[in-house]
């Protein structure tokens, strides 16, 4: 499996071209399973995280299926929707999109993305105009439905990118209505981090005898991601957290808090402290969103703190660090947490502050994972000379953090690497992903309240927009 060339998937030239450009070489795992197995027009259940390279397992063979129907004619007729993309949230949408006009970009196929929080307007003329490929959140393609701006009725492949959360989002109702109006003959492919019993049952609706696919999900145990824990209490957690900021030569750290009001404070706190921090969050609008992860990218801000709600599915490749300022109470969204970094073989940290109350999770999230994460002592002395922020656009520490005196001593320890990390990524000048077409809310929820949902898509209750709070 391990020597598969892209050119052995039998894939056009023109898709080919696209990949070398991309600077892709060799499929993925998960791409050398999925590509063949879809385009021999297989059904397929894939459980597969971010960071395995899923998008182009099924965006590279849905193009090739496309191709002998990509016309140069300007005519909107001749470019119905071909091929239906859905996916749980905006940000992820946006990249899937990206990603389908780079491979797409040597052919006369079209692609559009669709999601809520910005004006139905701006879409529809794009979506008149007709493209063969629709990425598009559950909940705005309906308004399109509903406003007949869209047909599905030549959609022959529809994906499910991140069934699982779209789950927990409570997108079921808004799933079943859209699964409804497409035509019954089509290939269905879903896509899961996780596979849970609700997944399984999801599949048996779905999917008419699909092939399974499960690559490991590696980021959870991935030797190059070094997994720590602080045993400390809450109030110490933002010492810490400073301390370890100050510690890392990680250009990048991605913070993970559990509620929106952390997110923010802490950001705020860390601005004042000398940090070129900020936060991103589902309160925050689609513009505000975007513009923090434009900003994280091309390294002005160096700390980006942010819940689950608004990281999942964030393309920020080679992430060198990511910490869990609060861990999460559904175990799986440590692993979509965690799943940030050490990708493409890359090393990656990823350190949990853990206080009491948290303890019941770690000890569900390394049932889950299988491992027991290395608990580290914190750290004694102050960290190395308070080096400056490393963003260039922000002044320099005007106090001194009021940390370190705070954290309690146990041990003598230096848990963070000091290596510097040399990192393509970072010298690679950031394409922004999306236009600034872009007005504020409202946010794209499912359409039915979450009480009127059944229990079973209520489970992680962490994971769902409103438990940010
Ligand atoms: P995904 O899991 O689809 O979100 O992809 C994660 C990242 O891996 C994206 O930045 C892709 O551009 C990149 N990627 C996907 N496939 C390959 C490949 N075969 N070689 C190198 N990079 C890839």
New binding site residues.
Partial sequence: MNNIS?ADLNLAPEILRA?TE???????P??AQAIPMVLEGCDLMAG??????????FALPMLQKLLPLATPSPSPARHPVRALILVPTRELAI??EV?VKAYAKHSHLRSLVVFGGVDIKTQTPHLRTGVEILVATPGRLLDHIEQKTVQLNQVQMLVLDEADRMLDMGFMPDLKRILALLPKQRQTLMFSATFSNEIKRLSEDFLVNPRLIEVARSNATSENITQKVYLIGSAEKHALLAQLLRGSDAKQTLVFTKTKLTASRLARQLHREGFAADAIHGDKSQLERIQALDAFKQGKTTVLIATDVAAR?L?I?HLPMVINYEIPSAPEDYVHRIGRTG??GASGSAISLVSPEEEKYLFEIEKLIKTTIQREAPLTSPAPAARPPRAESRPSPRTEPRTEHHVHIRAQHAPVSKTPVHDAWFNKPYEPSVSTRVVTPPRDLPSKPKSQLPALFMRRKVSTPDAED
């Fill in positions: 892209f990949l991309s600077g892709y070489t060799v499929p993925t998960i791409q597969a995280q971010t960071g395995t390279g899923k998008t182009a397992a990249q899937v990603s599915g393309d490749d990708r493409a």
